[in-house]
């Protein structure tokens, strides 16, 4: 079965730092998503992106968040200058179309601990 | 604004009985709520979902849930419990109805001993 692909697993950074979050969709999805989940809390929705651009954001999603399908395979999640508070499991999903909330595939998260 | 609460942090349960975890939501128009499953170092699966057709939803491994929109809750069911349904539960809700994303409740932790 088709799998949605994190790297790397998990990932330490220092305060201030740039991190990238890597993720594979699935090849003939469309959609493209970011949800976090900081430990203990919900799984909370970041942003979405469609046909090269962000299609849906949340207010988590500002400034210092940034995403890119830079080769047609890869979907980046760019966080500019990590803060304590961006600790967090981070999720990639994609869909292949339509609307409504199903046919999404998630990753199995990559793990962000910023020290 | 969409949401869903779930009224059960931590779930135990004995294999062979039922299961029942808890969730209401709250909804301005008719939403679209689903449950998903995460195992340890696994991504989120989808179990079941509710779209407006049948109020009583079957999802895989056995699993069911029943929406009743009277009471705002999707409660998720299974006769009977098996070591293996051990695992995180997450009830879902559309967050709007132009968009796709979903918006989680905090989880229901499931343990089934032998």
């Known amino acids: 079965e088709p799998e949605v692909t994190q790297t790397p697993s998990h990932q330490v950074t220092q305060m201030g730092q740039e991190v990238i979050l890597r993720c594979v969709p699935i090849s003939n999805h469309l959609y493209f998503y970011w949800y976090r989940q900081i430990l203990g809390q919900k799984v909370e929705f970041l942003v979405s992106f469609y046909n090269n651009e962000i299609s849906e954001k949340s207010e988590i999603f500002d400034d210092q968040f940034s995403v890119e399908r830079p080769d047609g395979s890869n979907f980046t999640l760019k966080i500019r200058s990590t803060k304590l508070e961006d600790s967090a499991m981070y999720f990639c999903?994609?869909?292949?179309?339509?609307?409504?909330?199903?046919?999404?595939?998630f990753g199995s998260g990559t793990r962000l601990t910023v020290v | 604004a969409q949401s869903v609460t779930q009224l059960d942090s931590h779930v135990s349960v004995s294999e062979g009985t039922p299961v029942l975890l808890r969730c209401n939501y709250s909804s301005s128009y008719s939403p679209s709520l689903f449950w998903y499953v995460q195992h340890p170092n696994k991504g989120l699966q989808l179990l079941l979902k509710y779209t407006s057709a049948a109020t009583l939803v079957k999802g895989i491994n056995g699993f069911e849930a029943e929406f009743k929109k009277s009471e705002t809750s999707f409660h998720l069911t299974k006769p009977s419990a098996h070591m293996s349904d051990a695992a995180e539960y997450f009830c879902?809700?559309?967050?709007?109805?132009?968009?796709?994303?979903?918006?989680f409740g905090k989880g229901t932790t499931l343990s089934v001993s032998s």
């Open positions: 999903a994609s869909r292949r179309s339509g609307t409504g909330g199903y046919g999404y595939t």
């Open positions: 879902v809700v559309i967050r709007n109805q132009a968009g796709t994303a979903l918006i």
